[in-house]
């Protein structure tokens, strides 16, 4: 593999990001992706980001990417102002962080986790495309790309045809695109995907799945051919971070175990 391989700090996503950090550097990652789970990073404190930032800085940790809030929480495409206007202040609060802890990649999801988004398709995939070009604009003012990601199949955007609408929809300079490899593997367009947005490609988030499920597994222990992976990826030009988006079972050093099992001094494949 030609890419750093990074790792998301939602490997232990349901843990203080300062107690994960420590053990991330210690299975030998550089690069990582910001996790903004509830209770894991508190993203509206500038205190606490900044002491992420700190203990980063110490243990050589670079932040390459911040995946902003998802959830029903976090739903700018909301049709009601007032929950459209708590998600969009949520994402502005992100970008914030993301801008102290010195990364430029500001991972979102095309919506909420909105299980009616479907009764208004066509209402709220247009509000999808005017909360990304507020967000864009934001991100422009901080420095940062606006990297929107495949969602997973039943989601807003999870189809290539409603996502190419949205991403078509977006200003070309200062947006990219977020390879999900499990959410495209899911819906059964993983390389239609890669060939299909490969120009505009510039962060992928690596798990693996077997087959029915978003399990997050490392690359290796599910059903994704990742030989072909690779050399589609390579073929469409990406030049990003191989971003591990994976969680594991036990203690945090087992699962950075796992995980760095993935790092090319630490495989044969």
């Given at each position: 593999m030609s890419w750093e391989i990074g790792?998301?700090?939602?490997?232990a996503?349901?843990?203080?990001?300062?107690?994960v950090l420590p053990a991330i550097a210690r299975a030998g990652f550089k690069s990582v992706e910001i996790?903004?789970?509830?209770?894991?990073?508190?993203?509206?404190d500038v205190q606490n980001v900044a002491a992420v930032r700190r203990t980063m800085?110490?243990?050589?940790?670079?932040a390459h990417s911040l995946h902003a809030p998802f959830g029903t929480h976090a739903n700018f495409t909301s049709l009601d102002p007032a929950e459209r206007q708590a998600a969009m202040k949520e994402m502005a609060s992100s970008a914030?962080?993301?801008?102290?802890?010195?990364?430029?990649?500001?991972?979102?999801?095309?919506?909420?986790?909105d299980p009616h988004w479907s009764w208004q398709r066509g209402a709220h995939l247009k509000q999808s495309v005017e909360s990304l070009t507020a967000m864009w604009t934001d991100c422009r003012a901080r420095k940062q790309t606006?990297?929107?990601?495949?969602?997973?199949p039943h989601l807003l955007g999870g189809q290539p045809d409603d996502f190419a609408w949205i991403l078509e929809r977006l200003p070309r300079e200062g947006v990219g695109v977020c390879l999900d490899t499990s959410h495209t593997s899911l819906g059964g367009f993983l390389f239609e995907a890669i060939e299909r947005l490969g120009p505009r490609l510039v962060h992928v988030q690596a798990s693996d799945n077997r087959g029915h499920t978003d399990d997050h597994l490392v690359p290796g222990e599910g059903i994704i051919d990742w030989r072909r992976v690779h050399s589609a990826l390579s073929k469409a030009g990406y030049r990003g971070v191989f971003m591990l988006e994976v969680t594991a079972l036990g203690s945090l050093d087992e699962?950075?175990?796992?995980?760095?099992?993935?790092?090319?001094?630490r495989t044969h494949s």
């Open positions: 790792l998301s700090t939602g490997i996503y349901e843990l203080p990001i300062l107690d996790s903004t789970a509830p209770g894991h990073l508190r993203h509206e800085d110490e243990l050589g940790l670079r914030a962080a993301l801008e102290t802890l010195g990364g430029r990649l500001f991972v979102v999801h095309p919506g909420g986790e606006l990297v929107v990601e495949t969602p997973l699962r950075m175990f796992r995980a760095s099992a993935v790092l090319p001094d």
